[in-house]
């Protein structure tokens, strides 16, 4: 079962920017649509972005024009910028098939604050 790792979180002002990776080593990963989803204190976890394997993206109206999601298939690696952050981003950050069909990993912690 692939766990995939998060990674790039951290503190940041309102308005901030940060880039989170996510690396799936040894799973095929080149043939999955990933997505990114965050769960935030005392809220279940919600799907925030996804990316096809031919690279087409959606995102949740809540992050849309603000945050981009990439991917490097070569290096099985998932990228979430985030830019123009605001305190309600505050959130631990998870990334998975678009399906949550893998383990989920540990995430990585985004707050935004003052």
């Known amino acids: 079962q692939v766990q995939p790792v998060e990674s790039g979180g951290g503190l940041v002002q309102p308005g901030g920017s940060l880039r989170l990776s996510c690396v799936a080593s040894g799973s095929m990963f080149r043939l999955y649509s990933m997505a990114w989803y965050r769960q935030a204190p005392g809220k279940q976890r919600e799907f925030i972005a996804v990316?096809?394997?031919?690279?087409?993206?959606d995102y949740a109206d809540s992050v849309k024009g603000r945050f981009t999601i990439s991917r490097d298939n070569a290096k099985s690696t998932l990228y979430l910028q985030m830019n123009s952050l605001k305190p309600e981003d505050t959130a631990v950050y998870y990334c998975n098939t678009a399906g949550s069909g893998w383990s989920w990993g540990q995430g990585t912690q985004v707050t935004v604050s003052s």
């Open positions: 990316i096809t394997p031919g690279g087409s993206t």
